[in-house]
C-alpha cells in the first residue's frame, strides 16, 4: 500500500497523486441564479434539465478513465469519487432544487493548501452537496495521513437574497453584462461567505482570487481569516460577462509565467505585484475551436484549462493545437490529451482534477 500525503502548495510542482472526476449520472440541473447567470443567452443550454444523455456519459467517462492512465502511466497516483444520487433533490430548509450536478468538476469543490483540503461553500445550490462525492477519499486520506486537515467553509444558506434579482432574465445582453463585470456588479450578493475553490489558484504563501459571479468579496474575506499565514489577493478580469472559475483566464506554468486569456487581461493595477518579482504575464494562444461542444456550461477558453505535470511538462486537450504549440515554444514538454468531448460535464483538464500531493514546499515567490 503506498503511503498517503496531502502536500500541494502550487499549481505547477511536480504531480504525484491526484484526483480525477467521473461523469456519472452527471444531471443538467434545472433553472437557478447563479447557474442561469452563467449561461450564454444563445447558448443551447437554455431551458433544459434533466439526468444527461447516457452516451455523452459513456464517452465522457472513457475520456476521463483515459486521462487517469496517462497521469498512472507517469507514475502519478490517482483516486476517483464516489458518485451519489444525483436525480435526488438537492433540499435544505431554505431552498429546494428538483437535481445535482455530478462529480464533475473536483477542482471546482475542492481546495488543497498544504496538508488541508477545503470544502468550498459552492454558490449554485445544485451543487450545495457535491462534497459527498469525494468524503470517502477525504475519510481514507484522514485514515492514512496524521497530518491530513480536512476542512469545510461553512455551509451558506443560499435564500434568494444570496442573488441580485436583476440577472434573473434571459434578455440582459452581452453588452450590459460587461458593463456589470466591470462596475464589479455580479450576480452573487454579499449576504454570506460564498465561494468556489477554482476561484483560487495557488501560488505557495500567495492565493489569488477572482471576484466575480461564483465568489464574493465576503468569501475571499473569508479565505483571508481561515489562512492567516497567506496573503490573500482578489483579482477581476473585467473582460469577462461570465466571470466564473479563475482557470480558463490566468494559468500559472511555473515559477515566474504566467498565460493570461487576452479577452479578460488581468487590470494594469492588479500587476504590482508581479511586475516587481519579474514574473511574465503572456497571452494564451486562441483556442483552436469557435463554439464550445454541445451542452457545455464553458466557454472556448477551456484551451488554457491545463494541467501542469512539473514546471516543465504539461497536460494539453489534444485538438488544441494552438494552445500545444504556444507551450512548447514557451519550453514545456507537452503531453497531449484527449479531453473535449467530456468538456460538457464542468471543464477541461485543470477543473476536471483536484490536487493531492505534489512535490515542494510553501514558497514566497512576491517577497
Ligand atoms: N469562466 C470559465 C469557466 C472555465 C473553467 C469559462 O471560460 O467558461
Redesign the pocket.
Known sequence: MQKTVVNSWNEWDPLKHVIVGRADDCHIPPEEPALDAKVPEDSDMRGQWGRRPQETIDRANELLDNFASILESRGIRVDRPTPIDHSKPAMTPDFRTESQFGCMPPRDVLLTVGSEMLEATMSYRCRWFEYLNYRPLMQQYFEHDPNFRHESAPKPRLTDADYHPDYLSDKIGVEKRLKWTAEKFFVTTEEEPLFDA?DVLRFGRDLVVQHGFTTNLKGIEWLRRHFPDHRVHTVNFPG?P????I???FTPLRPGLILNNPQRRLPEEQRKMYRDNDWEIVDAAQPAHNTPPPLC???T??SM?VLVLDPKTVCVEKSEVYQAEQMDKLGMEVVEVELRDAYAFG??LH?CTADVFREGTCEDYFP
Open positions: 477554482a469577462d461570465y466571470p466564473i472559475h482557470d480558463a483566464t456550461y464553458s466557454s477558453w477551456l484549462n471543464g477541461g477543473c
